[in-house]
Nanobody, 120 residues
């Protein structure tokens, strides 16, 4: 069964940190580009970061220098370390896989995501 399960969200003060995890089925992880996406209330889902099977990374300008994406191929898990969090980072965070770096397909079903709330 193809599955993506996000975890690690929560409530954090501005300037704080969180580490998100996404456990994926092997069929949509191995050799695939994994990405983190987020959707804030009233806004469209946007790409936050991506990592290829070889470790190439991409970051949205809004998170560059603050977020770090990584993957553990042995555990079929992708992580998002989020530092220096800002209120505008508040959103539901999702992960998904693409067949290649330049592909626009999404290989997995969208899960429930994990809520990140940055507020004092």
């Amino acid at each position: 069964q193809v599955q993506l399960v996000e975890s690690g969200g929560g409530l954090v003060q501005p300037g704080g940190s969180l580490r998100l995890s996404c456990a994926a089925s092997g069929s949509i992880f191995s050799g695939k580009t994994m990405g983190w996406y987020r959707q804030a209330p009233g806004k469209q889902r946007e790409s936050v970061a991506a990592i290829s099977s070889g470790g190439r990374t991409y970051y949205a300008d809004s998170v560059k220098g603050r977020f770090t994406i990584s993957r553990d191929n042995a555990k079929n898990t992708v992580y998002l370390q989020m530092n220096s969090l800002k209120p505008e980072d508040t959103a539901v965070y999702y992960c998904n896989a693409r067949s290649s770096w330049f592909a626009s397909d999404f290989l997995g079903p969208w899960g429930q995501g994990t809520q990140v709330t940055v507020s004092s």
